[in-house]
């Protein structure tokens, strides 16, 4: 009755699986074609800067160079503010008070998403008029203003030397500048749902923004942020990482440089799928250092101390293997042993045999013949023991040249700073696989040395439909590496499982597989695989 809810929970983690592998998928047919949605926001903000440039009327002018820096918004911190400062520009020329202080509004929002949050703060709290600002622009630098108050309140930023902003009278402002079912009052709504541990509230209006625009508006990645901020509070993993995928995509789709959602999937995934977590946050670097803001690119850089972590993992597998080579060692020790048991016993058994070659001449011929055969397999079996014995001290002794080449070469990266290199060598690395399959060959070649009838005794000792046979290209498989063990003397599953690198689990259905096409009591199955070659 225990059973049954691990079973459950296993069928459950198997089921969930395919559909987040699905999710990742389609995740990666959106950065593949991430070229594709830059050459078209390129030629979106081609036009305007052609309608700029154009432009013969002062005023109409700086109000393209406005809309122009607000394209650039997310994209490329650099251009954008290139735009605004052309837009404030020409507005100071014409003595235009509105205009200007709309130019400079959008132009403190600027700095404060791009991380450089002194002067964002210069601009928005000592330099904006709100007197000059038209109804909308002053909506919006009261939402500008609170959202820079968050920013600062979310990251760590010295600003000793001045006043520290009201962010809960902003909000009040908010409330009461913005229609409640507007995106900047559901926005901040949310916040305070948020602080005060509302999660269902919260969750409720989210879901409302986002269903308010499509997935590939530019919004939608913001609210589907939200969604999965609500998510990750709740514990709620799989819903968390299938918020931040959406979120992704739309940022992918409207060519946003600036975004957060891909380091965190990355992060997410660093325990599970380091390869593909290590190729988004390689994208997620990439699009920081275009889009050339201070805040993004800084802290996608905490996120390289994996790198040191990968590291570790790559010497315990080293380790791992290394002590898998010294398990064989001890194994074939074991088997040698056995061997010069048996070649004992039959040593014994000739010296009884010459002692009755000397009864009779007619069986005198017949003895010698069997001494030499039997001297043959002394003179054999040592020689096996000497190549193996060398066999298995080569392969050790390759093993630690191989780890201390290994250490030295990634301190000698980490020292001249190739950490990128090094991140993509580990990456793409199938070393430990490859030596987990040295390992078996290695073994198989070994076992089969002794027991060369082995395959066909173990298969004797089972129904025809039951079977096992390797695979084209192998000597064993699996099963048979199992009880070849078994033959050796190493009945314990827990230890197989560490030789072959397996579960324990897998071990076990492997055996109970095998026990069950047995011809005869499949409970004294294992004894009789132990007489296999006696």
């Known amino acids: 009755?225990?059973?049954?809810?691990?079973?459950?929970?296993?069928?459950?983690?198997?089921?969930?699986?395919?559909?987040?592998?699905?999710?990742?998928?389609?995740?990666?047919?959106?950065?593949?074609?991430?070229?594709?949605?830059?050459?078209?926001?390129?030629?979106?903000?081609?036009?305007?800067?052609?309608?700029?440039?154009?432009?013969?009327?002062?005023?109409?002018?700086?109000?393209?160079?406005?809309?122009?820096?607000?394209?650039?918004?997310?994209?490329?911190?650099?251009?954008?503010?290139?735009?605004?400062?052309?837009?404030?520009?020409?507005?100071?020329?014409?003595?235009?008070g509105p205009r200007y202080q709309s130019a400079l509004?959008?132009?403190?929002?600027?700095?404060?998403?791009?991380?450089?949050?002194?002067?964002?703060?210069?601009?928005?709290?000592?330099?904006?008029?709100?007197?000059?600002?038209?109804?909308?622009?002053?909506?919006?630098?009261?939402?500008?203003?609170?959202?820079?108050?968050?920013?600062?309140?979310?990251?760590?930023?010295?600003?000793?030397?001045?006043?520290?902003?009201?962010?809960?009278?902003?909000?009040?402002?908010?409330?009461?500048?913005?229609?409640?079912?507007?995106?900047?009052?559901?926005?901040?709504?949310?916040?305070?749902?948020?602080?005060?541990?509302?999660?269902?509230?919260?969750?409720?209006?989210?879901?409302k923004l986002a269903s308010s625009v499509r997935p590939d508006d530019r919004n939608y990645a913001m609210y589907a942020y939200i969604l999965a901020d609500i998510a990750a509070r709740r514990s709620q993993s799989a819903t968390q990482l299938e918020w931040l995928v959406k979120s992704a995509e739309s940022d992918f789709v409207n060519a946003v440089k600036d975004y957060a959602s891909l380091t965190i999937v990355a992060q997410i995934l660093t325990g599970s799928d380091i390869d593909r977590a290590f190729r988004y946050m390689r994208k997620a670097q990439e699009d920081a250092i275009f889009y050339n803001g201070m805040l993004r690119p800084w802290q996608i850089s905490q996120s390289f101390n994996i790198i040191q972590r990968a590291y570790e993992d790559a010497r315990d597998r080293l380790s791992r293997l290394a002590r898998l080579a010294s398990i064989l060692l001890a194994v074939l020790v074991i088997a040698l042993l056995a061997a010069l048991r048996i070649l004992f016993k039959r040593s014994r058994k000739l010296s009884r045999t010459q002692r009755e070659l000397q009864e009779s001449n007619r069986q005198l011929a017949l003895k010698n013949d069997e001494l030499s055969g039997l001297n043959r397999e002394i003179t054999e079996a040592g020689q096996i023991k000497e190549a193996y014995i060398g066999r298995i001290l080569d392969l050790m002794s390759e093993n630690v040249t191989k780890m201390q080449a290994y250490d030295n070469h990634v301190r000698l990266a980490l020292k001249?700073?190739?950490?990128?290199?090094?991140?993509?060598?580990?990456?793409?690395?199938?070393?430990?696989?490859?030596?987990?399959?040295?390992?078996?060959?290695?073994?198989?070649?070994?076992?089969?040395?002794?027991?060369?009838?082995?395959?066909?005794?173990?298969?004797?000792?089972?129904?025809?439909?039951?079977?096992v046979y390797p695979k084209k290209g192998e000597l064993l498989c699996t099963e048979l590496r199992i009880f070849a063990l078994i033959r050796l003397g190493i009945e314990d599953s827990t230890r197989i499982a560490s030789l072959l690198h397996y579960s324990v689990n897998t071990i076990y259905n492997y055996k109970v597989k095998v026990k069950n096409g047995a011809l005869r009591d499949r409970e004294s199955f294992e004894e009789q695989v132990k007489s296999i070659g006696i």
């Open 105 to 207: 509004l959008r132009l403190g929002h600027l700095d404060a998403k791009a991380g450089h949050f002194v002067e964002a703060y210069s601009t928005l709290f000592t330099q904006v008029d709100t007197l000059l600002l038209s109804p909308e622009d002053k909506a919006d630098y009261f939402y500008y203003a609170y959202d820079l108050c968050k920013d600062l309140e979310g990251n760590a930023v010295s600003l000793e030397s001045l006043p520290a902003p009201d962010r809960l009278a902003y909000r009040e402002r908010l409330y009461g500048l913005f229609p409640e079912e507007s995106a900047p009052w559901r926005t901040a709504r949310i916040d305070e749902l948020l602080e005060e541990g509302r999660l269902d509230e919260a969750e409720s209006l989210a879901m």
């Open 416 to 467: 001249q700073g190739k950490a990128a290199e090094l991140l993509k060598e580990l990456s793409i690395s199938t070393r430990s696989d490859d030596e987990l399959q040295a390992f078996y060959q290695t073994f198989d070649t070994t076992f089969l040395a002794l027991y060369p009838d082995f395959v066909e005794q173990f298969n004797a000792l089972l129904r025809e439909e039951a079977r």
């Open 1 to 96: 009755m225990m059973r049954l809810p691990v079973i459950l929970l296993l069928l459950a983690a198997i089921s969930c699986r395919p559909s987040e592998n699905r999710l990742l998928e389609e995740l990666d047919g959106y950065v593949a074609r991430s070229d594709e949605y830059q050459h078209r926001k390129e030629h979106q903000l081609e036009a305007l800067r052609s309608l700029s440039v154009s432009a013969r009327d002062p005023q109409s002018r700086a109000d393209l160079f406005l809309q122009t820096g607000e394209a650039y918004f997310s994209y490329k911190y650099d251009s954008a503010r290139f735009y605004l400062n052309r837009s404030l520009d020409l507005a100071a020329d014409l003595g235009d």
